[in-house]
């Protein structure tokens, strides 16, 4: 083939594939409503929603007596995914224990940028780097993204994300890259809302604290919309944990792995567990056993293999807290590359705005500071685009967590880094599920728990399919979003459209049972610090019904407060223990204790 013939060949292959994307972005732009998911969900899960779970002492009653009869499936770790495997594993109508050395959602789980993504990022890395495996990574977090929303409404929801353009060029290139974002969701099925590009008068009303210049001062030419989802994280993983415990399964906090106890065949056969609030030791027996502790998953497979190698690769990301007014009401900001290349979110969340996030190799811990440095810059990074002067002193609250990011246990190279998740068994039968992210929780579990029935042929003859796809969270069953005014109208006397508003989003439908607690006692409408919408009431739910053992684990998971506005939780400690020693008849020691304790633990929620 001659030259010319040659480039002549290329520009119309090139024109082509352009067309077929274009052709394809517009029949999807046309139809969202065919690349939408429509979901029946399980109507059966909504009768059994109506009860509280059993106590923690009943639960700790129940892994006592496995010695008589052992759980068909033992996770260690309630993060996401433990939680996940739970509730997947419980579904199936396995007899399931999960259990977790601190609170639900007290790694990892609660500390993330609360995005349900496929990931703009990967898909450039995907495209640009002709990465088949990245494509199928967006392509199923984007099909994860829809179910997510479906499982808990009152919990998760659509995001529109600004992507601000100072170049003219960059308004067609990110409109493609979006669109081809839009495609994939499409293919997937996961379609929530079909991006948009938009001139700079229309970005700037859009979002009125956005920069009218860029960081090397040229004009903004326009913006990119599109659409993710976005979750309150610890609440999210509570209400799968919860679920779970409801269906049947045996969940325990503050219980932590010590040890593995092995059958004569040296194969695991349960664990040894001490129970962090008592200090008493128990044995727990089961015929398999799930390593789902995020970051934290080599101290579990050295327990297994004091010398298998360490996998886990602990990279810190930091967030800051800011007030609401730093971004418009409803639209989150992506600065897609900083000075140093990173990609950087503002997002609205809960009435304040969040900003992050860094990244920053680090020592295995539970409970990660954040460092003067990283809030600094977060701080440069989003300066560069707002309107208004950001300084320290707006930053409400700062906060880290560890990316379970894992070496692949099976490669031979053991330098890759994975970005998708891994399963891989032990010498003694355990499996370890490692990486992946919050939004695939689901799918995840879902791997794990097939992955462990092909290796138990036992719990795979006993066991059903997996339903979680349909099958709606806690709370969520009947959710509709006339919820927070209905709760508003009917209680005006009691609490404020703030907190009726707070209730909806944080129980769903579970909220009547917060507020039947205020008709018996209207003392428990009162707030607990005035700014902030949350009441007593909650503080007696959450005990009584959410497995909430400590009063730091109302103050950051239960509800948010130390995470939006870190004096706000400080100042609220004394008024939580006190509250929450009624429910649990703390002794005036268990609750200095308890106080002291509260103190330490909110320090993590400031720089150092
Ligand atoms: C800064 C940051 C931002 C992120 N943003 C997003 C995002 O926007 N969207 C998204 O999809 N993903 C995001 N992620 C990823 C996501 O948060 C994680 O993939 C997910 O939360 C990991 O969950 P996990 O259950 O595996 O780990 P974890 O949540 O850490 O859970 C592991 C649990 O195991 C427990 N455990 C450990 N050892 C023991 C033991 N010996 N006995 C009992 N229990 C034990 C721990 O206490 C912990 O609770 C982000 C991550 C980070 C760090």
Redesign the pocket.
Same mark, same amino acid.
């Given at each position: 083939m001659k030259s010319n013939e040659f480039f002549s060949w290329v520009r119309r292959r090139a024109l082509y594939i352009g067309a077929g994307v274009v052709g394809t972005a517009l029949v999807i732009n046309s139809f969202p409503a065919i690349t939408s998911r429509k979901f029946r969900n399980s109507a059966e899960l909504s009768l059994k929603y109506e009860h509280a779970p059993p106590t923690r002492s009943a639960n700790i009653e129940r892994l006592d007596g496995s010695i008589q009869k052992p759980f068909d499936v033992l996770i260690?770790?309630?993060?996401?995914?433990?939680?996940?495997c739970a509730l997947d594993a419980t579904l199936r109508g396995l007899d399931v224990a999960i259990?977790?050395?601190?609170?639900?959602?007290?790694? !990892?789980?609660?500390?993330? !940028?609360?995005?349900?993504?496929g990931?703009v990022r990967y898909l450039e890395k995907a495209v640009f780097g002709l990465d088949l495996a990245q494509l199928i990574l967006v392509y199923e977090?984007l099909r994860e993204r829809s179910i997510m929303i479906n499982q808990a409404p009152h919990l998760c929801s659509i995001i529109p994300t600004m992507l601000p353009c100072y170049r003219w060029w960059e308004v067609p290139f990110y409109y493609a890259g979006l669109k081809t974002y839009d495609v994939v969701a499409a293919l997937s099925k996961g379609t929530l809302k079909n991006s948009f590009a938009m001139f700079s008068a229309e970005a700037k009303s859009e979002f009125p604290t956005l920069r009218p210049k860029g960081p090397d001062e040229s004009d903004l030419c326009g913006a990119i919309i599109y659409y993710d989802g976005q979750?309150d994280?610890a609440r999210m993983?509570l209400s799968v944990a919860l679920s779970a415990a409801i269906r049947g399964a045996t969940v325990c906090n503050y219980?932590?792995?010590?040890d593995i106890l092995r059958n004569d065949d040296s194969q695991a056969c349960g664990?040894k567990?001490c129970d962090e609030i008592s200090g008493e030791v128990h044995s727990v027996y089961a015929k398999s056993i799930i390593n789902? !502790?995020?970051?934290?998953?080599d101290?579990?497979r050295k327990?297994e293999d004091s010398k298998a190698e360490d996998i886990a690769v602990p990279?810190?990301?930091?967030?800051i807290a800011l007030p609401g007014h730093f971004t418009s009401r409803s639209n989150a900001l992506i600065i897609p590359k900083t000075k140093d290349g990173r990609v950087v979110?503002m997002v609205p969340w809960l009435g304040h705005t969040i900003a992050?996030?860094?990244?920053r190799i680090v020592e295995r811990t539970?409970e990660p500071r954040p460092t003067e440095e990283d809030v600094e810059f977060i701080l440069e990074s989003v300066r560069d685009y707002l309107a208004l002067d950001v300084k320290r002193t707006d930053v409400l609250s700062v906060w880290?967590?560890?990316?379970?990011l894992a070496k692949d246990p099976n490669a031979k190279n053991s330098a890759s880094i994975l970005r998708e998740h891994s399963i891989s068994m032990g010498p003694e039968g355990i499996v370890t599920? !490692?990486?992946?992210?919050?939004?695939?929780?689901r799918k995840?579990a879902e791997d794990t728990v097939n992955f462990l029935l092909s290796h138990y042929q036992g719990l795979a003859r006993k066991a059903s399919k997996c339903s979680t796809e349909t099958t709606q969270l806690v709370g969520a069953h009947g959710f509709s979003p006339l919820l927070k005014s209905e709760i508003a109208q009917s209680h005006r006397d009691l609490i404020t459209s703030e907190t009726a508003k707070h209730l909806a989003r944080n129980y769903g439908t579970r909220a009547t049972a917060v507020l039947r607690l205020v008709s018996e006692n209207a003392e428990l409408a009162e707030r607990i610090v005035p700014e902030a919408p949350v009441i007593a009431a909650e503080v007696q739910y959450c005990a009584e019904s959410e497995y909430a053992e400590r009063a730091i684990d109302f103050l950051t998971r239960r509800t948010r407060m130390a995470f939006l506005n870190i004096e706000q939780a400080r100042r609220s400690v004394p008024k939580v223990v006190e509250l929450m020693a009624r429910v649990k008849d703390w002794s005036a020691e268990r609750q200095e204790q308890e106080t002291k304790e509260a103190f330490r633990y909110l320090q993590q929620f400031t720089a150092q």
């Open positions: 260690i770790g309630g993060g996401a995914t433990g939680a996940g259990i977790e050395k601190n609170d639900f959602a007290s790694g !990892t789980s609660s500390r993330s !940028t609360k995005l349900i993504h990931g977090a979750q994280d993983n219980m932590k792995v010590v664990v567990v789902a !502790t995020g970051p934290l998953t101290d579990i327990l990279s810190a990301g930091v967030h979110f992050g996030t860094t990244d539970g880290a967590g560890i990316r379970p599920i !490692t990486g992946g992210k919050w939004t695939t929780y995840m």
